[in-house]
């Protein structure tokens, strides 16, 4: 069964607007054939895992410009750029936190083409940092396929909404409530998300987690909600070091995704796209190997298959996230079950850039 493309085969993280740009000019050799998904969350401070996570300061001057064969599509945190020419290495098994049975479909859905997921931060001067990277992303040239969503902080939803006007560029909501209308104070409603023409929403966030307690039964409410409000979900699940340490990675993942699959319907996973983001892995220094992450996603598609269907199972995306990085971004690509990056909580590395560069002119 054919599947929507959501993969994402490049991501960069930043953590001021101008780390976006300078990206360099479109380059007609890229292959029109690839869609690429880009998401850029704009935040008013730096990332605050429970591990804690430094801030950082780097500029890069220029604007942006995004080659028109470039599909995008946002979500949370950071970018990364990976070979759009490098084959799926079909020797590699998955390995790291229990043997796993791939799922059935996972030959097929290794050929599907991969695209490009940024995410970014935004610190100090959040305002006018802000405006440049929208203003720049709305002038560039995109792919009438492209995707763009920018994710910035609710303060700012409607503005970037106006100066989005007349692009291609999308808005997400960093939370939202699961209550439509009601005394809820300082809290936004899907509704109101909705009626202001936002159409995604990220959920489940591990500092959402972590910072406000929010439960697994807590963020499937509102992922029924947003649902429910028409908006599309990016739902955040993942484990700590301790429960990873315990074994019990899968479980815990399984754990998180069941109350939401108790709440919608199997047409609803539509409007779904996973973020597998071992917390761990976010700020600290340890990175997931790409066998590891493979193993997690390919078991998330297995609990999909049985407790959802097979057809929701190959058609929800599932994007990574969790030190992504030049050094590990082109391995974590071959897997056949990552189909994008939700990166947060690293360092800008200047070499970043250039790999974007180089990148899109493969």
């Known amino acids: ?7 994402v085969s490049r991501a960069l993280y930043v953590s001021r607007a101008e780390s976006v740009a300078g990206l360099g000019p479109a380059s007609p050799a890229l292959s029109p054939a690839i869609p690429v998904t880009i998401a850029f969350r704009l935040d008013t401070g730096p990332p605050r895992p429970p591990s804690g996570d430094p801030g950082m300061e780097s500029g890069v001057p220029g604007s942006i410009a995004v080659a028109s064969s470039v599909r995008i599509v946002l979500v949370h945190g950071v970018d990364v750029v990976l070979d759009d020419e490098k084959e799926p290495d079909e020797s590699e098994s998955p390995a790291g936190c229990g043997r796993i049975q791939p799922h059935s479909s996972t030959q097929a859905r290794a050929s599907i083409v991969q695209t490009l997921l940024v995410a970014v931060h935004i610190h100090d001067h959040v305002n006018a940092e802000k405006q440049k990277l ?4 709305a002038i560039a040239e995109l792919d009438t396929n492209t995707e763009v969503v920018i994710a910035p902080p609710s303060l700012y939803l409607l503005s970037t909404i106006e100066l989005l006007k007349g692009s291609s560029v999308k808005v997400a909501a960093q939370n939202c409530y699961y209550k439509s209308s009601g005394a809820f104070t300082g809290e936004i409603s ?4 909705a009626d202001a023409q936002v159409p995604y929403v990220i959920l489940g966030h591990s500092e959402r987690r972590a910072i406000f307690l929010e439960t697994s039964e807590l963020v499937a409410q509102k992922t029924k909600a947003a649902v429910d409000a028409g908006l599309s979900v990016i739902l955040c699940v993942g484990e700590t070091l301790q429960e990873r340490e315990a074994g019990t990675t899968v479980a815990v993942v399984e754990a998180q995704l069941a109350a939401v699959v108790e709440a919608l319907k199997a047409e609803e996973w539509s409007k779904i796209v996973i973020a597998y983001e071992p917390v761990w892995a976010i700020g600290t220094g340890k990175v997931a190997t790409s066998a590891q992450a493979q193993e997690v996603h390919a078991a998330i598609r297995q ?6 269907s097979s ?3 190959e058609n929800t995306r599932i994007v990574y996230g969790g030190s992504v990085a030049e050094k590990n971004c082109g391995e974590l690509r071959t897997q056949p079950d990552i189909d994008g990056f939700l990166v947060g909580g690293a360092s800008l590395k200047p070499e970043f850039v250039q790999i974007v560069n180089v990148n899109l002119k493969q």
């Open 1 to 7: 069964m054919s599947r929507a493309p959501f993969d």
């Open 134 to 137: 929208v203003r720049a992303l």
């Open 190 to 193: 899907p509704a109101q998300l």
């Open 303 to 308: 609990y999909l298959s049985k407790s959802v």
């Open 311 to 313: 057809t929701v199972a």
